[in-house]
């Protein structure tokens, strides 16, 4: 689904077209709970968080136009998902989470593999991975979506890049 057939379904949505919803719910649901799950590292509270965010797209959609509705609906399942762990005592400081990533794979291994290499990052060079690769939004789309330069975004993306590609090789950080 391109830019704008996403924007057509969000007005689609506007008019109460469950169909709509489950079009872009089909689409999005892998990327945005892996974004979720990266966050809360509670794959029932990112399932809980990935449903609230339809929900509440179905129940007060967007008003048109967006300039990018998959960003829009990234950032939506990013502040939930924030907001959410916030709130966990045990998670009162966001800056000690240690974030897990899931890509989909058939190798159990190789998912095993990239989890604890994910883990080795810190948690905004993780999130700047996972929402490149995983939401495939463009750098500057992360740069706004994050409130940091596009510059910084492109040096923590190379850096954690050759982080994990060290950590997948066998070298240690």
Same mark, same amino acid.
């Given at each position: 689904?391109?830019?704008?057939?996403?924007?057509?379904?969000?007005?689609?949505?506007?008019?109460?077209?469950?169909?709509?919803?489950?079009?872009?719910?089909?689409?999005?649901?892998?990327?945005?709970?892996? $974004?979720?799950?990266?966050?809360?590292?509670?794959?029932?509270?990112?399932?809980?968080?990935?449903?609230?965010?339809?929900?509440?797209?179905?129940?007060?959609?967007?008003?048109?136009?967006?300039?990018?509705?998959?960003?829009? $609906?990234?950032?939506?399942?990013?502040?939930?998902?924030?907001?959410?762990?916030?709130?966990?005592?045990?998670?009162?400081?966001?800056?000690?989470?240690?974030?897990?990533?899931?890509?989909?794979?058939?190798?159990?291994?190789?998912?095993?593999?990239?989890?604890?290499?994910?883990?080795?990052?810190?948690?905004?060079?993780?999130?700047?991975?996972?929402?490149?690769?995983?939401?495939?939004?463009?750098?500057?789309?992360?740069?706004?979506?994050?409130?940091?330069?596009?510059?910084?975004?492109?040096?923590?993306?190379?850096?954690?890049?050759?982080?994990?590609?060290?950590?997948?090789?066998?070298?240690?950080?």
């Amino acid at each position: 689904m391109n830019k704008d057939e996403l924007q057509l379904k969000l007005v689609a949505l506007r008019n109460r077209d469950r169909s709509a919803l489950e079009e872009i719910y089909n689409y999005l649901k892998t990327p945005v709970y892996t $974004i979720i799950l990266r966050i809360t590292q509670d794959k029932t509270l990112s399932e809980d968080i990935l449903q609230e965010v339809f929900i509440k797209l179905y129940q007060l959609p967007p008003t048109p136009p967006i300039k990018n509705p998959r960003a829009y $609906i990234f950032q939506m399942a990013h502040n939930l998902a924030v907001d959410s762990v916030r709130k966990l005592p045990q998670f009162a400081d966001l800056d000690s989470i240690e974030n897990i990533v899931y890509l989909p794979t058939e190798d159990f291994s190789m998912k095993m593999d990239i989890d604890h290499a994910m883990k080795t990052l810190p948690s905004q060079e993780c999130q700047i991975v996972s929402l490149h690769i995983n939401g495939e939004l463009k750098f500057r789309e992360i740069a706004d979506m994050m409130d940091i330069p596009l510059g910084t975004v492109l040096w923590k993306y190379q850096r954690a890049i050759g982080r994990l590609r060290s950590v997948l090789s066998g070298g240690a950080l």
